[in-house]
């Protein structure tokens, strides 16, 4: 069975930092592309930032750039999103997604987590 586990979320202050992490299983996800996805109340899910399967390629999200950073784990099968400076309007369920490649867009991603709740106060 194919599983995305996201951790690190939680209650931060604005300014301060989060890292938040997803773990693969179930097959081989080397050769994903892993995404972060974020959904706030009342509002559709967006992207955030994306990683191709090397590496070698990222995407990020205008509202993130210069805050955000994606890395893949050495085992691939992991992903981790460093988030620094955070602000209230971060405050969202984070969602790790994994597909055949590297899209900004939530249709191009086979495998979903159950998210992960990442508050920010002001």
């Known amino acids: 069975q194919v599983q995305l586990v996201e951790s690190g979320g939680g209650l931060v202050q604005a300014g301060g930092s989060l890292r938040l992490s997803c773990a693969a299983s179930?097959?081989?996800?080397?050769?994903?592309?892993m995404g972060w996805f974020r959904q706030a109340p009342g509002k559709e899910r967006e992207f955030v930032v994306a990683i191709s399967w090397s590496g070698g390629r990222t995407a990020y999200a205008d509202s993130v750039k210069g805050r955000f950073t994606i890395s893949r784990g050495n085992a691939k099968n992991t992903v981790h999103l460093q988030m620094n400076n955070l602000k209230p309007e971060d405050t969202a369920v984070y969602f790790c997604?994994?597909?055949?490649?590297?899209?900004?867009?939530?249709?191009?991603?086979?495998?979903w987590g159950q998210g992960t709740q990442v508050t920010v106060s002001s």
């Open positions: 997604a994994a597909g055949d490649r590297l899209r900004v867009d939530t249709s191009g991603y086979d495998y």
């Open positions: 179930g097959r081989t996800f080397s050769n994903y592309a």
